[in-house]
């Protein structure tokens, strides 16, 4: 069967399947996706490109969430890595979410630059590729825009467009969602950080973020995030031993349940 005639069926279960997927990141994850603005990992490559300029080695990470909601068909694994350099940081990544049935996969590369001393800006072109068994394939190229400022030392803010194109499958509107982001980080003592963001997919409501982060010990962060529409919790932990992050994340959602959430990183070349 071709994309064309099918594709009707293949969007629907695309909009069935999407709920289950998330920006990657243990950490991300954990504080409810609340910090866009102070966030150097590799996977800034998919949440906000403008701190990829914040990186000052190179570092390699990947995430892993083996059965959102329990289903292990709606798995998801992303992977990045970020490189400095005196043009600017250089990212590149991939994805792949869901089952035999229904696949999506993705190739994203990724550059930050600080514009100033106080101004990053980042760019991510993504290419997706959408595959149902019986109903065919196709692929489209995404953007993502991001800007990262330093206010000073104890105040960040980051700003993100998803799909800033505003691409579309078979001239069908909306159906890869443009999604904003505005949020802000607060250093509110050396060991303690709080970020609140905003997400507004267009069409929908907008939903809150909140998410704060503690640092007892060197090696031990302990994570609690909030968010709204849809209502969902989440916490974690990440250990740090010299150039090596790990990083766990569980989060619920009040109809579907507990996920639980993955990463690694590790650093290299340091300046």
Known sequence: MG????????????????FAQENPGAREVALAHSDISDNGSPFSLFNNPACLSLAHSGEIAAYYS????????LSNTFAACCEPTKFGNLSAGFSSYGFELYRETQIALGFGEKISNSLCAG????????SIRNYGSTGVFLIDLGLQAKINKQFSLGF????????TINNEADQIPVVLWAGTGI?????????????????FDPSLRLGTEYY??????IRFGVSNNPEKYAAGIG??????NFDYAVSSHPDLGLTHQFSLMFSFFAN
């Open 3 to 18: 994309w064309v005639n099918k594709g009707s069926g293949l969007l629907l279960l695309s909009s069935l399947l999407n």
């Open 123 to 130: 760019l991510t072109t993504r290419y997706k590729n959408i």
């Open 216 to 221: 007892p010990l060197e090696f031990l962060h």
């Open 160 to 167: 993100v467009i998803q799909n800033a194109a505003r691409t």
């Open 66 to 73: 083996p059965a959102p909601f329990g289903i292990k068909e």
């Open 239 to 244: 250990i740090v031993y010299q150039s090596v």
């Open 187 to 203: 250093k509110i003592l050396k060991e303690l950080i709080f970020c609140i963001a905003f997400q507004k997919e267009l069409g």
